[in-house]
């Protein structure tokens, strides 16, 4: 067979180990791959790369993706399927590995439902793909935040400031959840929690009388900003807010200086988070998640995205990976406010 693979919408580090899975499986098994660039808008416009096991061979600690990605979606136009199915039937592809968040892998669905022969795998630093206990990338996103968090925290500590930081995470505060737990803050937002103005200022003004500093973490999409009313910002293929002129950071900063009357600095980590190489975590969970959707296109179990359950890898159904975005729950939300202050 023939297996073309693309990765698609925001970057992440774990992309190259999974393609890397990819290419080692089939070519392993006597297939051929063919890498589609810059995800969906490789397959619409016909530019791709033949991969072997040289081209991917030192790719397994590298972040990003070696293939390129974009935030197109070929099935916004009729045009654009069209230009998809064209491309697969003149390159002889003969099975597609979609490697990407929601917005790709609901691509992914629409293909198939067109007649592709598609199965998925999940990634995104935002870990909320439904059906998957973890993403990849998460786990290398989150622990550069902490580092960040740990970082602020020495000029917290030496000024005797408050200093907020704000990562990445639009409509789920995975990352948020994970930076203001594992480093120690004394206050966290997330867009899965109403805004509270009172139990944020109380946290942080306790946090000061008791050791002279605090550290405040928000997710991106927390809905904090008169700014942040939805409609007012750009939007991408995926009709999704571009969130960072949002300022959600620097807003909470200039309230806890007034509220608070502590002296505030925020830090925006933005895009920072998602370079770097893949923790051993991520690059385990790709890698696998790359050999089993070779092993699920072997199996003709076309439709399937390959997913972390418990231990084990296994294939879902589209209909049950995409769709809705998997949300930080009430358990791990009253884990996160037993630290607070
Ligand atoms: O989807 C992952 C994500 O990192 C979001 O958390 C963030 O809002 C968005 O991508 C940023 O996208 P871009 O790289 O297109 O600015």
Request: one cysteine or more; aromatic letters at 6%.
């Amino acid at each position: 067979m023939k297996i073309g693979v693309l990765t698609g919408g925001g970057d992440c580090p774990g992309l190259n180990p999974a393609v890397r899975g990819v290419v080692f499986r089939a070519t392993a098994r006597g297939h051929t791959v063919e890498g589609f660039l810059d995800g969906w808008k490789g397959l619409m416009e016909g530019k791709s790369v033949p991969l072997d096991r040289a081209r991917v061979r030192n790719s397994i600690g590298k972040g990003g993706t070696l293939l390129g990605t974009s935030r197109t979606n070929p099935f916004k136009t009729e045009d654009g399927a069209k230009k998809v199915l064209a491309t697969l039937a003149s390159k002889g592809i003969d099975a597609l590995v979609a490697i990407g968040g929601d917005d790709t892998l609901t691509a992914g669905r629409e293909l198939l439902r067109r007649g592709g022969k598609v199965v998925g795998v999940p990634k995104t630093m935002d870990n909320d793909v439904n059906g998957t206990d973890w993403t990849f990338g998460f786990d290398s996103a989150s622990s550069v935040a902490v580092d960040a968090l740990e970082r602020l925290r020495d000029t917290a500590e030496s000024h005797h400031r408050v200093i907020v930081l704000e990562v990445m995470g639009r409509h789920a505060g995975w990352v948020a959840l994970a930076t203001g737990l594992a480093g120690g803050a004394d206050y966290t937002l997330l867009p899965e929690e109403p805004f509270n103005e009172t139990a944020l200022v109380q946290a942080v003004q306790r946090a000061v009388r008791e050791r002279g500093y605090a550290l405040v973490v928000a997710s991106e999409g927390t809905s904090v900003s008169p700014k942040l009313k939805s409609g007012e910002a750009e939007k991408d293929d995926f009709g999704h807010e571009i969130l960072r002129e949002k300022g959600v950071g620097p807003y909470l900063a200039g309230l806890l200086e007034k509220r608070a009357g502590v002296e505030c600095r925020s830090a925006v980590i933005g895009h920072i988070q998602r370079g770097g190489p893949p923790t051993l975590f991520d690059r385990l969970l790709a890698t696998r998640l790359g050999v089993k959707a070779v092993d699920l296109i072997d199996a003709q179990q076309f439709g399937k995205v390959a997913v972390l359950r418990g231990e084990e890898v296994v294939g879902v159904s589209f209909d049950e990976a995409v769709g809705t975005s998997k949300r930080v729950g009430a358990s791990w939300l009253d884990l996160l406010h037993t630290f607070d202050g």
